[in-house]
């Protein structure tokens, strides 16, 4: 089983080949070799989990190396030797089987929503490839061949958000999503290159059992590096500009970004380089900041978009502000960011996955202002979509309840004051998302009827989706109900990770809780934020049009001026700049140039007319000059 | 007779010569002004020969005939063919090749 785990990304990788070089000729096929790709991938990754399940300790780490990449043999200090190499642990085990679970459903899925689209092969390709990029990123077993894939992850959503690259706001969206990208990419590659110059190795292996040796400035000139780069992948703030205007894909596109690869990368970066952070309690510290930060402005950007998907989005950045924070938190949170991950994998796939049902129902619609009373019209979508609202609020026993209050109970536990803050936030942003997913359900599902019709005056009529859009959104429903009790059973989640993230630490919570207590809390707090939300939308009318609401909603609405902030900080100084000196290359250099010339140009041509053409001008001039010789001579001599 | 008479001679040749070829127009008698230089200058050339008794001076004199011929052959060649193509032989009129 060992040596097939190259066919892990192998297959998709080979999909998105088949159907891209296949061109046209595919294109009968093309959906259904692209989801057995995907399939064949999850089917091997099943595969090699249970074999790692056969073995135990130290060998359940399986790897493989497949050839030579860059091998420079040693004369110098450091010899360079970059291997593609494949490690499998128990950490990239449960990130394969996420990737290709939820990405075969949503293959499955996209089957029925792109049915109508004539770039549907092309459209599975880019998923493949999206699939292999993301595969290769979690199974490398060096930064170098991380990094291939951390790349390949921008090319594959660049593609697919740009997908309907007709639309001027898609292209946009696609070109903005890879630029902010590029600045993470940037903190990614210096932190290779810090590892290399100081480690003189890229393998994950030999960087994390030398780290101890390096300088605490290097460690930690190394973890912020790589927290710029979860940043940019994961949209955390300040990078979090992004993953608004990515909603411009297909929605299961959307899907894929927030479930199972993508925005995930950030967080597997950060667990999978725990060895630095436990060393460096600064870029810790960092990581918490921006985790907290980016949970509640995700949270509060979800609370105002009435864009379904735009409003999911929002809860993405604050879920995956969640795995960052915990992530950050050090040993007592790495495996519930990774469990967060996965849980959040299936509910927010669900979730996605739901809202395009409802938009393929409602004729693209995507304004919430303009659904309402759809759970008739929607049964098996509004099943599913309500238990991932369950799961993403905490509803106990689903699976958010177990992942998310456990964050919670870590970032308490941190101590100190950082601790009352960092967990103040947790607790604060679980609020907030009960209301956001509470006023999304409520102006999706129930009310009355705010349907409007289209440009062409065609009423929508809401229809269940087919089956392989419906089959994929109960697969993950499952998930999304279950997968929080069987990972907290034993903790047989927190324990299948030890191995990878160090033995987890206990931590204390301060001031008299008890993990009873703060569970209560947490529960009260959601019940607060589900009640603030029932009484504001489910009791009166919702308006068809958006009122002005306070500065805070106007806020929220245009991403807390995130956009403006990056257009007035970074944009227009920039375009400045530019200007500044394409004004002073055109005035000031090449003002010099052009001036100098015209000096020249302008004496020759004066001088140009003494060359009249007249035979005796010439001849006067010639006495006249044999005159002034023979005179100098007598002058001389004399 | 006192050779200076010769050398005020070859002087006053060498002056009407340059004066020609600067103020008249025909090619051909700038052309005879260019002859009468020339001339004036093989005079002084051997006065002073026969002045310090020295035959240098009378060898160069058969050189600048010689050279004088060929250009003559030259030049009236040139005229003439300008004549032949402009039905002119104003110097004034062959003045293309300028600014």
Redesign the interface.
């Known amino acids: 089983m060992e040596s097939l785990i190259w066919l892990v990304p192998g297959l998709p990788l080979f999909g998105a080949a088949i159907l891209l070089l296949g061109g046209k000729r595919t294109n009968a096929w093309g959906h259904l070799l692209g989801c057995l790709a995907a399939l064949g991938s999850f089917a091997l990754a099943a595969g090699l989990f249970f074999t790692m399940l056969g073995k135990h300790g130290a060998a359940r780490s399986m790897h493989q190396h497949l050839y030579s990449w860059v091998p420079v043999p040693g004369t110098g200090q450091h010899p360079f030797q970059a291997d593609v190499a494949f490690q499998l642990d128990q950490l990239s085990v449960v990130f394969i089987l996420l990737i290709t679970g939820v990405g075969s459903l949503i293959h499955i899925y996209s089957i029925g929503y792109m049915s109508h689209d004539p770039e549907r092969r092309k459209f599975f390709s880019y998923l493949n490839l999206f699939l292999a990029a993301m595969l290769i990123l979690v199974l490398a077993d060096n930064y170098l061949l991380l990094y291939v894939g951390w790349e390949g992850v921008g090319l594959a959503s660049y593609l697919l958000i740009g997908f309907w690259q007709a639309k001027p706001s898609a292209a946009a969206a696609a070109k903005k999503a890879f630029v902010v990208n590029r600045v993470g990419d940037v903190g990614l590659s210096i932190a290779i290159m810090l590892m290399f110059v100081t480690f003189g190795s890229f393998n994950f292996g030999t960087v994390f059992g030398t780290a101890g040796g390096a300088s605490k400035g290097t460690l930690t000139a190394i973890g912020i590096m790589l927290l710029l780069a979860a940043c940019g992948k994961s949209a955390q703030f300040p990078l979090q500009s992004w993953l608004g205007d990515a909603m411009e894909g297909p929605t299961p596109v959307s899907a894929l970004i927030h479930a199972a690869t993508m925005v995930t990368a950030g967080v597997y970066l950060i667990v999978r380089s725990h060895a630095i952070f436990d060393l460096s309690p600064t870029a810790r510290l960092l990581v918490t900041i921006v985790g907290a930060i980016t949970l509640l402005f995700g949270a509060i950007v979800g609370c105002a978009k009435d864009d379904i998907k735009k409003s999911l989005a929002g809860s993405t950045m604050s879920q995956i502000g969640y795995m960052i924070l915990a992530a950050g938190l050090g040993p007592i949170g790495y495996a519930f960011a990774i469990m967060h991950l996965v849980t959040h994998g299936f509910f927010k796939a669900g979730l996605f996955l739901g809202a395009g049902s409802v938009m393929h129902g409602m004729d693209d619609e995507v304004n919430m202002r303009h659904y309402g009373g759809l759970r008739k019209y929607m049964p098996i979508t509004f099943g599913t979509f309500f238990l991932g609202y369950l799961a993403i609020i905490g509803c106990p026993p689903f699976s958010g309840f177990y992942s998310k209050d456990k964050i919670i109970e870590a970032a308490f536990s941190k101590g100190g004051t950082s601790g009352w803050i960092l967990g103040g936030a947790a607790l604060l942003g679980a609020l907030i998302t009960a209301f956001y997913m509470t006023r999304m359900v409520i102006m999706t599902f129930f009310g009355e009827k705010r349907w409007v019709p289209d440009a062409e005056g065609h009423e929508p009529h809401p229809h269940e989706s087919p089956l392989s859009m419906g089959l994929p959104m109960l697969l993950l429903a499952v998930g999304s109900v279950a997968a929080g009790f069987l990972f907290s059973m034993n903790s047989a989640f927190v324990n299948w990770l030890e191995p990878v993230t160090g033995p987890r630490a206990e931590g204390k919570l301060p001031g008299g809780l008890n993990s009873t207590t703060l569970s209560i809390i947490t529960l009260a707090a959601v019940a607060v934020g589900v009640a603030i939300a029932v009484v504001k939308y489910g009791t009166g009318k919702v308006p068809a049009v958006a009122p002005r609401g306070s500065f805070i909603t106007v806020a929220a609405r245009k991403d807390l001026y995130g956009d403006a902030f990056n257009e007035a900080a970074l944009m227009r100084p920039g375009q400045y700049l530019t200007r500044t000196l394409v004004y002073t290359d055109n005035r000031g250099v090449d003002g010099a140039i052009n001036g100098l010339a015209a000096l020249v140009g302008g004496t020759s041509g004066r001088l140009r007319r003494l060359q009249t053409g007249f035979v005796r001008s010439y001849a006067l001039s010639m006495f006249g000059g044999a005159a002034a010789l023979v005179a100098a001579i007598l002058f001389a001599k004399l | 007779m006192n050779p200076d008479n010769y050398l005020f001679l070859s002087a006053l040749l060498f002056t009407i010569g340059?004066f020609g070829?600067?103020?008249r127009r025909n090619a051909i008698v700038?052309f005879m002004c260019v002859e009468l230089m020339l001339n004036a200058v093989n005079l002084t050339l051997v006065t002073f020969s026969r002045m310090h008794g020295d035959l240098t001076g009378q060898v160069i004199a058969f050189f600048t005939m010689v050279v004088a011929a060929a250009e003559v052959v030259v030049g009236l060649a040139i005229i003439v063919s300008v004549f032949r193509t402009r039905r002119s032989a104003s110097?004034?009129d062959?003045?293309?090749?300028?600014?």
């Open positions: 340059a070829v600067l103020i700038v110097v004034d062959a003045n293309l090749l300028k600014y």
